[in-house]
């Protein structure tokens, strides 16, 4: 079974500040992605990094692929209230049995305060 | 543009009962997934349908069967349910196989209690 560690578990900042998510693994991934989840709602995609050392741009977030394809960060810039939410990665498997299909780590819970 | 629909949102059971929770896309995804979301365990995959007429098992199959009526639908059933089973389902969908790395939608989930 392959295991996807994202660290901090809890994170609380304030507004303006920036942060960083990480998510490790032991295992190869084909591809990474980066979910949002907010209360009472299912996971929104946020982006999809395939290539080893990829990196992607979404307004005040950054995400990287590591070299290696076996970790991933997610960097948020001047965090705002809005971004306030779960951050899960979920990663697809390179090989196997399991080829293809997600697994997802154990979430990133965000809080900015204003 | 409703996406993926899930029903019912909330549901108490008591041990024993039994019910299925009913999932459709209108996106005309090959692909869709049954998920279970636990407090500090992220999502744990319960079953998945590379394609309409084939089912297969993900990491958590025990004590559910699934049923992909067409490609739009995609139900779990809970035959017994037990205290084990209270979690948040969702069911996802996505365009290709497992294998093409595209992203899942989601449904909003069903908050299932068992009591």
């Known amino acids: 079974t392959q295991l996807l560690e994202q660290s901090p578990q809890f994170l609380s900042i304030q507004e303006g500040e920036n942060l960083t998510v990480y998510c490790n693994s032991s295992?190869?991934?084909?591809?990474l992605q980066w979910y949002r989840q907010e209360p009472g709602e299912g996971p929104v995609l946020l982006v999809t990094?395939?290539?080893?050392?990829e990196v992607k741009k979404l307004k005040r977030l950054t995400f990287q692929f590591g070299d290696a394809r076996k970790d991933s960060s997610l960097h948020i810039t001047a965090a705002q209230p809005g971004d306030t939410g779960l951050y899960l990665c979920?990663?697809?498997?390179?090989?196997?049995?399991?080829?293809?299909?997600?697994?997802f780590g154990q979430g990133t819970i965000l809080t900015v305060h204003p | 543009n409703a996406g993926v629909t899930q029903t019912p949102k909330f549901q108490v059971l008591k041990t024993g009962q039994s019910m299925t929770l009913q999932c459709a896309q209108d996106m005309n995804h090959n692909s869709m997934y049954w998920y279970r979301q636990d407090p500090g365990m992220g999502l744990r995959l319960i079953y998945y349908?590379?394609?309409?007429?084939?089912?297969d098992k993900g990491e958590v199959p025990n004590g559910y069967n699934v049923s992909r009526l067409n490609k739009r639908e995609f139900s779990l059933r809970l035959e017994s349910a037990a205290p084990s089973q209270t979690s948040v389902y969702f069911c996802a969908s996505s365009e290709g196989d497992p294998q093409t790395n595209y992203g899942y939608t989601f449904g909003s989930g069903t908050r299932l209690t068992v009591v």
């Open positions: 349908s590379a394609s309409e007429g084939t089912t």
């Open positions: 295992s190869v991934f084909s591809s």
């Open positions: 979920a990663g697809a498997s390179a090989g196997g049995t399991s080829y293809g299909k997600l697994t």
């Open positions: 990094v395939v290539t080893g050392g």
